[in-house]
């Protein structure tokens, strides 16, 4: 938050409302961004999955760490994973 410079009491607390204001306005667009981030995580992971041959989704799926890393979070790993099933054949 900002510090004031007012140094009336009045005006310090009318600049300290507008502080809070303006920071609640900032924390709910934060977590709008957020929010859709992650919707549109999701989202990613469903496109690249729906995009994958059977084989390599089976193939996905057989790992024993599919659960853990791929599956639970889905950031970086499973075009990781794809690029490495495909390397291996």
Excluded: H
Excluded at 19 to 35: G, I, S, T
Excluded at 45 to 58: D, G, T
Excluded at 62 to 81: G, L, R, W
């Amino acid at each position: 938050m900002k510090a004031g410079k007012e140094t009336d009491q009045a005006d310090k607390d009318r600049e300290n409302e507008q502080f809070k204001m303006e920071y609640k306005a900032k924390l709910d667009e934060a977590l709008k961004r957020k929010r859709m981030y992650n919707d549109n995580l999701f989202k990613a992971y469903a496109l690249i999955w729906e995009r994958c041959a059977k084989v390599m989704q089976n193939k996905l799926l057989a790992q024993s760490d599919y659960e853990d890393e791929i599956y639970n979070n889905p950031k970086n790993q499973i075009a990781n994973k794809i690029n490495n099933k495909m390397m291996e054949n």
